[in-house]
């Protein structure tokens, strides 16, 4: 999912959250997305880095 789609999902979820958004939008606006990246960012899963060894730098997973 993306940041937008994440943040209506938990404003979903969080009922009373979604009511204060919805009383006042222009002053939460901010607050809101960078809550959101904090809450559930848009990248759920990164992969685990792989080791790389000699000259050629060939990678492979373990």
Not at 5 to 19: D, F, K, T
Not at 47 to 59: D, E, L, M, N, T
């Amino acid at each position: 999912m993306n940041l937008i789609g994440n943040g209506v999902v938990a404003l979903l979820q969080h009922p009373e959250q979604h009511a204060r958004f919805l009383a006042d939008p222009a002053a939460m606006a901010k607050g809101m997305v960078e809550e959101t990246l904090r809450y559930w960012g848009p990248v759920d899963f990164l992969s685990p880095s792989r080791p790389c060894s000699g000259a050629s730098r060939s990678c492979a997973w373990p």
